[in-house]
């Protein structure tokens, strides 16, 4: 069983910037994409970023330039350095964790990120 446990929302103001982590535990495979979405209300779950194992980053249009996702391979855990936060960031964000050639996806609890003055 996987489990992606993420930490690091909150309440900020424009402009501001937080971090978000997510800790995956479990058996999977070390060849892996690891990716942030975020569910605003009224809105449908959207790609934020990924980052496979091995290979290139891919971000939204929206937070290109803004946003950072990196990651720790021995530690199974996948970050986002969020700056110049706008209040349309605000929403839910989920940790999500795949295997090329699965069709399983996992995904965390989410952890909400406001933005706001």
């Known amino acids: 069983q996987v489990q992606l446990v993420e930490s690091g929302g909150g309440l900020v103001q424009p402009g501001g910037s937080l971090r978000l982590s997510c800790a995956a535990s479990?058996?999977?495979?070390?060849?892996?994409?690891m990716g942030w979405y975020r569910q605003a209300p009224g809105k449908e779950r959207e790609l934020v970023a990924v980052?496979?194992?091995?290979?290139?980053?891919n971000y939204a249009d929206s937070v290109k330039g803004r946003f950072t996702i990196s990651r720790d391979n021995a530690k199974n855990t996948v970050y986002l350095q969020m700056n110049s936060l706008k209040p349309e960031d605000t929403a839910v964000y989920y940790c999500?964790?795949?295997?090329?050639?699965?069709?399983?996806?996992?995904w965390g609890q989410g952890t909400q990120v406001t933005v706001s003055s």
């Open positions: 479990g058996s999977f495979s070390s060849i892996n994409v």
């Open positions: 980052i496979p194992s091995v290979g290139s980053t």
């Open positions: 999500n964790l795949r295997v090329p050639g699965s069709p399983r996806v996992y």
